[in-house]
């Protein structure tokens, strides 16, 4: 069990509606960004002088390009629907991280510079002067925000608190309040490629050894190719899937699916990361920079494809958006989707009766699924509407004999945050990451009861960090978290695959 300096919520087989303790997370904030951070992203280095009146120019701004945000801060009719539906809400009991108190932090102050009635009338429509005790709110909760969604499909009015949540964090990167974990990933972005600052040699240092992995344990050579002109596909994945556990499992899956496919394809070591933190910070500049990498790349390879590894805001950025911040992408061969997810292409492979699964090979776990909120709430998979969920679950059966679903109100479009999502995967904030997983945890511990469920699999880089991370601080194992592309690696039987000691003698023989 992980230590904590911090309570850790109790597990409970039924949720609970908690009683709400004012303040009680005021104290959550992530670290700020320094000037070196800020300033690759063309922000300023720090709080300017006129900060109100720049804050409030920036939210006119907003307010103009952006109808939706107008509409949210109008629309509010303070029904209560969503207040018990957010999982940092349930996990810390503080009512500034209801959705909807959430909102208002930002409501109050669009009210008093941006409404005739607030103008004139403050006190009698909630509005507030925008203080630098404001201020100090708006930079802690809208970090206790993971941009999840989850409360917009409970509100009757379809109100996106993620939306004003960016909206927010965009505006206080304009006065020089930003967040250092996010910043400083997008700075390395800018520099190096991709979040974690891997150079290219480590990368082909890397691949070659998972090729050098894959051969010992089945005879066959697999390629995880780098950099290499005029192939079909370039595939595009998270940085961490080159390095840490249970990610880099899942990327050797993607390679033998490719192997089994027979398509010409590889990594770019210049656009070497599909996660997009431009989002989290609501900046679309700065979103639109990184996802200029990958055309570039794309253009300088000749590929005909692209194919996004596992990873959920990185989808919700591909599908919804890629070809405005990008596009047009009229240079890909029109015949496949502009972009397509692993799964997608694991999916139409396995439709196609040409991967031969053993199932019996992850006959060591019985499974669950973790929806990832941006691929659940936030894009689609397939040609039918549901495929986001319907498609990773197919995998999975095709390559489990034991698998089991966690309560319906806390999957698919229902599904909880893991609460390390929208910028938030940082040291510096795991009370709220722990606080925040609670939810997830207890329907996770139900079907470990009930079903005797040993691992939950998932299709996003910062659900399986943070997993990782937070699951030993409720007494369970953090390796009960794995890649639906491990599960694919682990049953898939490769073409002119040797059993385990040919292999081994193959292998011998090799070297
Ligand atoms: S978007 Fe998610 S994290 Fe943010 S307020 Fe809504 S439910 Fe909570
Ligand atoms: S559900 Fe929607 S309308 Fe109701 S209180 Fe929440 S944000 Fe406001």
Not at 11 to 28: D, N, R, T
Not at 149 to 156: D, E
Not at 227 to 238: H, K, R, S
Not at 345 to 366: A, I
């Amino acid at each position: 069990m992980a230590k904590a300096d911090f309570a850790v919520p109790v597990l409970k087989q039924y949720p609970e509606i908690p009683a709400i303790e004012p303040g009680v997370m005021a104290h959550s904030a992530p670290f700020k960004s320094k000037e070196e951070f800020q300033a690759p992203l063309g922000f300023p280095g720090q709080l300017v002088d006129d900060w109100q009146q720049k804050a409030l120019d920036k939210m006119g701004d907003l307010l103009g390009r952006y109808r939706g945000l107008r509409v949210y801060l109008d629309s509010c009719v303070k029904c209560g629907s969503c207040t018990d539906k957010c999982h940092y809400y349930l996990g810390t009991h503080d009512p500034k991280n209801m959705p909807v108190g959430r909102q208002d932090l930002m409501r109050k102050v669009y009210r008093r510079y941006f409404t005739l009635a607030g103008k004139f009338f403050p006190k009698l429509v909630g509005a507030e002067d925008f203080t630098e005790e404001v201020l100090s709110d708006w930079y802690s909760y809208f970090h206790q925000c993971s941009q999840c969604r989850r409360c917009s499909v409970f509100c009757p009015y379809g109100i996106d608190t993620a939306e004003i949540s960016m909206a927010a964090r965009e505006i206080m990167d304009h006065i020089g309040v930003g967040q250092k974990y996010c910043n400083e990933i997008i700075a390395k972005v800018y520099r190096i490629g991709n979040n974690l600052g891997l150079p290219g040699p480590a990368l082909a240092d890397t691949l070659e050894g998972l090729e050098e992995d894959v051969f010992d344990d089945t005879g066959v050579e697999v390629k995880y190719p780098l950099d290499q002109e005029g192939v079909d596909i370039l595939f595009v994945t998270p940085s961490a899937d080159f390095f840490a556990e249970p990610h880099v499992d899942g990327l050797i899956g993607y390679g033998k699916v490719m192997h089994e496919a027979g398509v010409s394809w590889t990594f770019s070591s210049y656009a070497s990361e599909a996660a997009n933190f431009g989002m989290f910070i609501g900046s679309y500049d700065n979103m639109r920079r990184v996802a200029l990498r990958i055309r570039e790349a794309a253009i300088k390879l000749g590929v005909k494809r692209i194919v996004f590894g596992e990873c959920g805001h990185a989808w919700r950025v591909a599908y919804s958006f890629l070809n405005t911040l990008a596009g047009p992408w009229d240079f890909l061969d029109p015949r496949y989707p502009v972009p397509q997810h692993i799964c997608e292409f694991t999916y139409d492979l396995m439709q196609q009766g040409k991967l031969n699964f053993d199932k019996s090979l992850n006959d060591d776990m019985v499974l669950t699924y973790h929806d990832s909120c941006n691929v659940a709430r936030a894009s689609r998979m397939g040609d039918r509407p549901g495929g986001q969920f319907d498609i990773p679950r197919a995998i999975i059966r095709a390559t489990c004999n034991n698998f089991y679903d966690m309560d319906e109100d806390t999957i698919r479009d229902r599904t909880f945050c893991c609460g390390g999502g929208g910028g938030l995967l940082t040291d510096d904030l795991m009370e709220i990451r722990v606080k925040g997983a609670q939810p997830r945890v207890e329907a996770l511990n139900n079907v470990i009861q009930e079903k005797g469920v040993t691992h939950m699999a998932a299709i996003c880089a910062i659900c399986k960090s943070q997993f990782t991370k937070v699951l030993p601080y409720y007494g369970m194992d953090m390796d009960q978290i794995v890649s639906v592309h491990q599960l694919v690696s682990n049953a898939l039987i490769l073409t002119g695959q040797t059993s385990d000691e040919d292999a081994e003698e193959t292998a011998d023989e090799a070297a």
